[in-house]
């Protein structure tokens, strides 16, 4: 399998000619934040992290999605961390669109080339470094993990998309599949961050209503998606932010293929306590 194209913001600053009018909008169920509001004005940086910036593209807000964040980073040659996780609750995805870096996890060096998945365990040992000739980017998927007695934590996983084969949902003869990074019966993990694809003319048939809150990042092509009561048309480089049951739905009308980075959490009880609401 080759590396599929990966969408990637690389910042600047539209010029004053430019129209105000984009597609950004945030909503009680929903926001989007579209690729053209990926500007260096609106990048951030982060304590012990050398050569980088980052767009926060989502982060808990209470009454909206509480459980998770997600940034795209942006780590020039030479740069990363020694110390990139300051809270050891945390457990991290990573995943590189463009580039290459070298996480160092429990004293175990691993690139991460483009396409490059690793999940890191809350309380572990780890540092990032570009250790290529070009800028990378991946996303940094984070959440505070939710131990249950008795249950081990997750242990670490590095794979790159490449050698995951994706699993087609029923009957739709390849048009909608899943390329799932963690064993969705493994209940050690309560996140999952998979790719969902979609061959020209895939859809999801119904409108989906759960518990899940989702990050949606378009990494290829273009749909229509039902977020709520509205139908978006979304593209490559695009970033949906659903609130739990909010009603999702989608066409992928072509010409090539659709594809985003989703984030879920999974595998736990609702809390019944104010203070974890």
Known sequence: MTHPTYFAPTGGHPGQN???TDRAMFTDAYAVIPKGTMRDIVTSYLPFWEGTRLWVLSRPLSGFAETFSQYIMEVQPGGGSDQPETDAQAQAVLF???GTVTLTLN???HVLETGGYAYIPASSDWTLRNTGQTAARFHWVRKAYEAVPGLPAPDPIITNERDVTPVE???TDGRWSTTRFADPQDLRHDMHVNIVNFEPGGVIPFA???VMEHGLYV???KAVYRLNQ???EVEAGDYMWLRAFCPQACYAGGPGR???LLYKDVNRHMSLSLSHR
């Open 107 to 109: 004293s175990e060096n």
């Open 169 to 171: 949902m029923p009957g």
């Open 230 to 232: 509205d139908w978006v």
């Open 18 to 20: 430019q129209l105000l």
């Open 258 to 260: 659709f594809r985003y």
């Open 96 to 98: 590189v669109v463009e």
């Open 219 to 221: 990494l290829e092509g």
């Open 208 to 210: 989906e209503t759960h």
